[in-house]
């Protein structure tokens, strides 16, 4: 009887020991899985900015302490260009209900504006956000939203072309009409060249198919050098350009951080590995509970500057020790 009795109170141990250890392993199993936040990166395009924006988004998590798989799991979906894919990845997003979407270039900020209202959204890359239609100031702004601005360094750009060509009149760029972001970047390049005296001649082009004869047509009105503004499709298509260009023997000058390996002789460029970096810093304010509502859009917080002295010597351009010598400038020779 009283080896019944042990036995069975050795039982009731044992079933009880099993019951704590299932139920922390439960407990366990479900922080874990509530902790993962479900992030989504809606993407425009296969581009550069599109590559390193994705880049710094990522190193921007790790930086702020948050491990990929284990913190967080970013999803990845890329329209290819076509405003009809976008929609449906959206709207798949919609259903999906991620934790919070970060967003790069200015079409995809423009359908997701319309469309998402109730969760938190982080845009970069892109030019004028409230162009775009994300709030009418950088304080006002829809309440789910907020995010980081890469505005190309048109007024810088502007400096250090009287620095290198004093004597400058002319500039060309191709643009993109159906492009917000682009038809925004042609006024503000036409806005500090025309205070410098510079006289801005553009060419639109709709089309990838339409590069070609495009660049040849601006080449034809005789620019001092093209200076290629930002948009989805020039970015995409800028080495066929600079290909044109030196066949023209027209220097180009760009915003792109990799145009200085694709033909350009200077770069004025935004650091869109930075943009997503900085683009993180705010999405850490919303999973720590901050309102989207409360923090303003910001501009990013690095631009580089790059010189290309090989091309500058292809085309004939006497760089002037000022720009030679300063440290904020970095020289390249490809």
């Known amino acids: 009887m009283k080896l019944k009795f042990k036995f069975a109170k050795i039982l009731i141990v044992l079933l009880t ?18 902790a993962k936040m479900n992030l989504v990166l809606i993407q425009y395009n296969d581009s550069p900015l599109s590559d390193l924006s994705r880049e710094g988004i990522l190193e921007g998590m790790k930086q702020y302490g948050y491990t990929e798989g284990t913190d967080f799991k970013l999803d990845a979906k890329n329209a290819q260009g076509d405003i009809s894919t976008l929609n449906l990845i959206v709207d798949g997003v919609l259903n999906d209900k ?32 409230v162009v775009a ?19 190309g360094a048109y007024k810088e750009m502007v400096h250090w072309l009287k620095e290198i060509m004093p004597d400058i009149k002319t500039i060309g760029t191709l ?7 682009a038809v925004k970047n042609v006024s503000e390049l ?18 990838s198919s339409e590069v070609v004869d495009a660049t040849l047509a601006l080449a034809s009105k005789k620019p001092e050098i093209i200076c290629q503004v930002i948009d989805n499709l020039t970015s995409a298509a800028f080495s066929g350009i600079a290909k044109i260009a030196a066949e023209q ?7 792109e951080d990799d145009q200085i390996n694709k033909g350009a002789v200077f770069v004025v460029s935004r650091n869109y590995t930075q943009a997503g970096i900085d683009a993180v810093r705010l999405a850490d304010k919303i999973f720590k509970g901050a309102d989207p509502d409360t923090i303003p859009f910001e501009f990013v917080s690095k631009t580089d500057i790059k010189l290309n002295l090989d091309a500058a010597e292809k085309y004939g351009i006497q760089i002037p020790t000022s720009i030679l010598n300063n440290k904020d400038i970095i020289l390249v020779k490809k």
């Open 17 to 34: 020991i099993g019951s704590i250890n299932f139920s922390c392993n439960n407990n366990k199993t479900s922080n874990t899985t509530s």
């Open 98 to 129: 991620p934790d919070l979407v970060f967003v790069t270039s200015t079409p995809t900020l423009q359908v997701v504006a319309k469309k998402i209202t109730d969760i938190p959204v982080v845009f970069t890359v892109i030019a004028d956000p």
């Open 133 to 151: 239609g994300a709030g009418t100031s950088f304080t006002s702004h829809l309440p789910n939203f907020t995010g980081i601005s890469t505005m």
């Open 190 to 207: 036409e806005k500090y060249a025309g205070e410098a005296g510079i006289e801005v001649v553009t060419v639109p082009v709709n089309s």
């Open 175 to 181: 643009f993109s009409p159906g492009e917000a972001n």
């Open 249 to 255: 023997k027209i220097p180009i000058f760009g915003f």
